[in-house]
Nanobody, 122 residues
Framework: QVQLVESGGGLVQFGGSLRLSCAASGSIFRVYSMGWERQAPGKQREQIARISGAGRTHYADSVKGRFTISRDNAQNTVFLQMDGLEPEDSAVYYC????????????????WGQGTQVTVSS
């Protein structure tokens, strides 16, 4: 089993910052890409940032220039530094990772975290 555990959400004022973390654990041979999505009430789920195993990043236009995704490959952990937060950023944030399990046949995995709430007050 491979699991993702997120942390770092909370309540912050307009213009503030938060840093989310997401650690992958379990029977892992290799983690490929990792990323973050978010879902606000009544809105579609939105992919906001992704980072490849080689460190290439991609951001949604809605967060470009304000959010920074990074990773610690040794710890199988992905981070999301969120600066200049706005009330529109309020949502449940989910992390995702894909890779290969440390099993006889190196079966692939694609797993999601449980989500962490981010609330930005105006």
């Amino acid at each position: 089993q491979v699991q993702l555990v997120e942390s770092g959400g909370g309540l912050v004022q307009f213009g503030g910052s938060l840093r989310l973390s997401c650690a992958a654990s379990g029977s892992i041979f290799r983690v490929y890409s990792m990323g973050w999505e978010r879902q606000a009430p009544g809105k579609q789920r939105e992919q906001i940032a992704r980072i490849s195993g080689a460190g290439r990043t991609h951001y949604a236009d809605s967060v470009k220039g304000r959010f920074t995704i990074s990773r610690d490959n040794a710890q199988n952990t992905v981070f999301l530094q969120m600066d200049g937060l706005e009330p529109e950023d309020s949502a449940v944030y989910y992390c995702n990772a894909d890779g290969l399990r440390n099993t006889t046949n190196y079966s692939p995995f694609n797993v999601w975290g449980q989500g962490t709430q981010v609330t930005v007050s105006s």
